[in-house]
């Protein structure tokens, strides 16, 4: 009989790290979520709350760390991660990819857990390589206002290298844009600004030309690979991109979110925030390779059940 396995998860009380919990619980596995709610919400975990083999702890694991439970896996997802968020809280977020990271490698080191960092996208900055595959070093302005996000997830990376370096086994996955329920209305990411736009019937807001490009992936297919990427054995050390490679530009995005709402809004152009990517697309071949993974759920697919998600609640 398999032994049954325990996994903490930080940031467990968010958009994705809700999602991976309920994954998680699902394979049967106990679940300890770590989450300041700076950006997170207890509404997320409302039904993981239901299940014993869940616990959830209020903690900044960017501050001494409470005494946790010997895990198996350590999924570290802690971050704000929308634009918006990030700027509204710079120091939090430098402060949770870097002091928090150093912090929960030296629990895994110690505890013989395996290591999951999520990274994310924005260490590519605005790519002059497109798609993006994992080799690439990236284009970032280390000042910029988005650099709290960009070079403390690059921060991270590099500490859970040199932990790697040293024995643990640690991955890092980079996560490229996705969208799906529990998204805040308010996070300032381009779907959930669109779609509560349009239910609204208030103009769509559109940053610069609207030429510049995303991939979409849905939360649902994120989480798969998250999970693959920490569950499949001898991965100790690899960079894997997870999103999906379809490409969009913001403006198709906008007219295909406006079809679906049955909206009339307008679009309203703003200039394009500073250090704005042009093109954002995965090279996925190494998640296909090494975990068995590509996204499921088509733009379409997921636009709608995100949509349903969105008049749920108002």
């Known amino acids: 009989m398999a032994t049954k396995k325990t996994s903490i998860v930080t940031g467990g009380a968010g958009f994705i790290g809700s999602h991976l919990c309920d994954r998680l619980l699902a394979l049967g596995h106990t679940v300890v979520c770590l989450d ?34 010997k895990a198996d896996f350590l999924f570290h997802l802690a971050s704000p991660a929308s634009p918006a968020d990030y ?20 629990v895994a080191e110690s505890t013989s857990a395996r290591f999951l960092f999520t990274s994310t996208s924005e260490v590519y900055g605005d790519p002059k390589e497109h798609p993006q595959k994992e080799t690439y070093w990236g284009n970032v302005n280390p000042n910029g206002v988005r650099a709290c996000y960009d070079e403390s997830k690059r921060f991270g990376e590099m500490m859970t290298m040199i932990y790697v370096r040293g024995g643990l086994d640690g991955r890092i996955v980079r996560v490229f844009n996705t969208y799906g329920p529990r998204m805040r ?25 609207g030429k510049q490009t995303r991939s979409f992936c849905f939360v649902d297919d994120l989480v798969e690979g998250i999970v693959k990427a920490m569950l499949t054995n001898n991965l100790k050390g690899q960079v894997i991109n997870l999103g999906n ?9 906008a007219n295909k979110i406006k079809q679906k709402t049955g909206s009339a809004s307008e679009m309203s152009f703003k200039p394009l925030p500073e250090d704005d990517p042009e093109k954002r697309r995965p090279d996925i071949t190494k998640a296909k390779e090494l975990l068995g993974w590509e996204p499921k759920v088509t733009v379409d697919e997921g636009l709608d059940k995100t949509i ?6 108002s």
Do not use: M
């Open 87 to 106: 700027q509204s809280h710079p120091i939090e977020t430098a402060l949770v990819n870097s002091v928090g990271t150093i912090q929960l490698l030296k």
């Open 245 to 253: 490679p379809e490409e969009y530009s913001v403006l198709d995005l």
């Open 36 to 69: 300041n709610l700076i950006t997170g919400s207890e509404a997320n975990i409302k039904e993981a709350g239901k299940i014993p083999q869940f616990t959830f702890i209020r903690h900044d694991v960017s501050k001494e760390l409470p005494k946790l439970p």
């Open 185 to 209: 209305k308010t996070d300032g990411r381009v779907v959930s600004n669109f779609i509560n736009q349009a239910i609204r019937g208030e103009p769509l807001t559109i940053y610069g030309t």
């Open 308 to 313: 349903a998600y969105y008049k749920s609640l």
